[in-house]
T-cell receptor
Framework: GDSVTQMEGPVTLSEEAFLTINCTYTATGYPSLFWYVQYPGEGLQLLLKATKADDKGSNKGFEATYRKETTSFHLEKGSVQVSDSAVYFC????????????FGAGTQVVVTP | DADVTQTPRNRITKTGKRIMLECSQTKGHDRMYWYRQDPGLGLRLIYY???????NKGEISDGYSVSRQAQAKFSLSLESAIPNQTALYFCATSDHAVSDTQYFGPGTRLTVL
């Protein structure tokens, strides 16, 4: 079945450091890929998405590129801020299904001043 | 006002009690979902509903039931709560005519003693 694997956390960084969170997936079809962010005490918010191979999603300085050849959707940000401290979830949705989501386990990111 | 609301936000209950978690949305979306979040496991789907008359089990539906009272309301019930149902519960919605992006409520933290 479909699955999403993302790097374990916590990831601890200093402010202005470069952030990468690895995400790989297995899917039978051609999924859409998502990154969601969960700030402390809140629900999940869509951060960015990509719907087909080679698409790049971007938002708030974060980027991720849909790589079909490596089945990956790594999240990157060039210069993190303390306010980026959160849990980040990679997820996929199969296009030939009813929109069922498969989530990764989540990666906690802690940014220190 | 938030588009997806959940009540209560926090609940402590005892083993064997029946409880209901409620979700309401003002987004006009047709699809609604219930997930539970456990540390290190990401989000797992409990039930989902395409419309008022269409309700389906997710991957971990045992011990839970749902009711779609209206397009805007989707309730999750624990018939006889047990301690391993202690978790963070999220409701989500999507509009299948637009995209498969899901929008999440703020969550309900449930503790079963």
């Amino acid at each position: 079945g479909d699955s999403v694997t993302q790097m374990e956390g916590p990831v601890t960084l200093s402010e202005e450091a470069f952030l990468t969170i690895n995400c790989t997936y297995t899917a039978t079809g051609y999924p859409s890929l998502f990154w969601y962010v969960q700030y402390p005490g809140e629900g999940l918010q869509l951060l960015l998405k990509a719907t087909k191979a080679d698409d790049k999603g971007s938002n708030k300085g974060f980027e991720a590129t849909y790589r079909k050849e490596t089945t990956s959707f790594h999240l990157e940000k060039g210069s993190v801020q303390v306010s980026d401290s959160a849990v980040y979830f990679c997820a996929l949705s199969e296009t030939d299904s009813w929109g069922k989501f498969q989530f990764g386990a989540g990666t906690q990111v802690v940014v220190t001043p | 006002d938030a588009d997806v609301t959940q009540t209560p936000r926090n609940r402590i209950t005892k083993t064997g009690k029946r409880i209901m978690l409620e979700c309401s949305q003002t987004k006009g979306h047709d699809r609604m979902y219930w997930y539970r979040q456990d540390p290190g496991l990401g989000l797992r789907l409990i039930y989902y509903s395409f419309d008022v008359k269409d309700i389906n089990k997710g991957e971990i539906s045992d011990g839970y039931s749902v009711s779609r009272q209206a397009q805007a309301k989707f309730s999750l019930s624990l018939e006889s709560a047990i301690p391993n149902q202690t978790a963070l519960y999220f409701c989500a919605t999507s509009d299948h005519a637009v995209s498969d992006t899901q929008y999440f409520g703020p969550g309900t933290r449930l503790t079963v003693l």
